[in-house]
């Protein structure tokens, strides 16, 4: 079965300082993985994903993750907070084949403050 | 293109009422979901379809109906709404082929109240 914890509901970093949010997975299968963000009242904009191939993945707005299969995480960091990335983040994990092909399977998020 | 767009953005209902929410999308996808929002739960899928005419229960399909009568079309409906059905309610479509089927496209999201 696929599932998905975020170790941390809230973080809070100052602006300038870097940024890392934890995700762990458990998958019965060689999953895919993403984030996705989510500012306030909006709807989910990807981030990033990793489908198997380079571990170190890159996104959007400087963010990038790092997929390491014997620990089962995929945590998200950025070098240098921006006050625009306070928002909430969302890991996922796809489903596998058979009945779960194309479901995701959301973690419950994380919630990043960014001081000035 | 407009992608992924929901109708409507926002909806007061008082207990016991109906309503439908409406997903249209423009890429020709043949999965879509519907997924609720609710805070410190993430996105919890509700319903999808695998195409025209197939609907499949997801993790909290309860209270829910589904219809996809058209492929661009996904409709969420509530027969009889109740106060736990006060979310954030979001459709979402992808490819059917992997690794594709991964990448959904996700739709501004509808808020509903029910009172």
């Known amino acids: 079965a696929q599932s998905v914890t975020q170790l941390d509901s809230h973080v809070s970093v100052s602006e300038g300082t870097p940024v890392l949010l934890r995700c762990n997975y458990s998958s019965s299968y060689s999953p895919s993985l993403f984030w996705y963000v989510q500012h306030p009242n909006k709807g989910l904009q990807l981030l990033l994903k990793?489908?198997?191939?380079?571990?170190l993945v890159k996104g959007i707005n400087g963010f990038e993750a790092e997929f390491k299969k014997s620990e089962t995480s995929f945590h998200l960091t950025k070098p240098s907070a921006h006050m625009s990335d306070a928002a909430e983040y969302f890991c996922v994990v796809s489903g596998g084949r058979g009945s779960t092909l194309g479901r995701l399977y959301f973690g419950r998020g994380t919630q990043l403050t960014v001081w000035p | 293109n407009a992608g992924v767009t929901q109708t409507p953005k926002f909806r007061v209902l008082k207990t016991g009422q109906s309503m439908t929410l409406l997903c249209a999308q423009d890429?020709?996808?043949?999965?879509m979901y519907w997924y609720r929002q609710d805070p410190g739960m993430g996105l919890r899928l509700i319903h999808y379809?695998?195409?025209?005419?197939?609907?499949a229960k997801g993790e909290v399909p309860d209270g829910y109906n589904v219809s996809r009568l058209k492929k661009q079309n996904f409709l969420l409906g509530l027969e009889s709404a109740a106060p736990s059905q006060t979310s954030v309610y979001f459709c979402a479509s992808s490819y059917s082929r992997e690794p594709l089927v991964n990448e959904q496209f996700f739709g501004p999201g509808t808020r509903l109240t029910v009172l």
């Open positions: 990793y489908t198997s191939a380079a571990t």
């Open positions: 379809s695998v195409g025209e005419g197939t609907t």
């Open positions: 890429m020709n996808h043949e999965y």
